[in-house]
């Protein structure tokens, strides 16, 4: 996924002080309908200022003379509903909406399988977001993991919740699956296959869509989440150097 991040300059406020002061200074500009018994002001007017400037390296939001707008509660800068999110006014330009996803690596290698032994790879996902709502993790896969020369030859999805080479309960089997540790992790107490796109059938099945492995319903700051992808053999998984998958991970901000 990729990380974007906006930089953002403050305005100067030494020269929204002395505009303040100039106007200060003379008073009479700030009243309508002002009278004396040297003179009379019959309106006046306050206006006020901003806009956007940018160049290759920034981006400057600036404001004179306005109020920010409402926010969902004391402490939020914006207004939510079930369909949208509304940050208004100036004060809200600092809580722009972001995110930012980092891995700890983009290979998993699980080396020789065994039969006698579990084979291990981990990849761990940093989250950070200012996102109202949080974020939603998922992984989905673009196939089985099996063979490229031959794509019937695969290796099954753990479906009793570990993978331990007693798939429901027979022993020596094949088996390959996930687990998740972390605060947000969703499947930390448990193995669970991995779904994949594409016309593979596996035995036991699993889901086609991507499968949600980490959510958390606030903002985060270097948020992790550890997958620990683990797979055993059997002594009748035909042997081959060509076993693969291809896995994509997608984190969305829930704004």
Known sequence: MHTFSKKI?????????????????????????TTSTNYRITSGTVNCGGGVGTSTSYILY????????????????FATSSTYV?????????EQP???VSY?????????LSTSSIASSTVTVTITT????????????????????????????????TVDGTA????????????????????????????????????????TSAKTFAT???????????LTFKMIIGSTTPAGSDYAQSITLITTGTF
């Open 216 to 226: 958390h319903t606030s903002w985060v700051s270097s948020d992790t989440t550890t």
């Open 86 to 94: 509304l940050g208004s006014g100036f004060q809200t330009m600092q």
């Open 9 to 33: 300059i403050r305005p100067v406020f030494l020269w929204l002080i002395f505009f303040l002061i100039l106007f200060t200074s003379h008073t009479e500009t700030l009243f309508a309908e």
């Open 98 to 100: 972001h995110i930012s």
């Open 104 to 112: 700890s690596t983009t290979t998993i290698a699980l080396g020789t």
């Open 130 to 161: 200012n996102a109202p709502n949080g974020y939603v993790s998922s992984i989905v896969a673009n196939n089985a993991f099996r063979r490229t020369s031959n794509t019937s030859q695969k290796i099954a999805n753990v479906g009793d919740g």
């Open 62 to 77: 600036n404001s004179l003379c306005e109020i920010g707008g409402p926010g969902a509660s004391s402490t939020s800068p």
């Open 168 to 207: 429901s309960g027979t022993a020596d089997s094949a088996e390959y699956g996930v687990r998740t540790s972390g605060a947000h992790g969703q499947y930390n107490a448990t193995d669970t296959c991995i779904p994949y796109s594409g016309a593979d059938s596996d035995s036991p099945a699993c889901t």
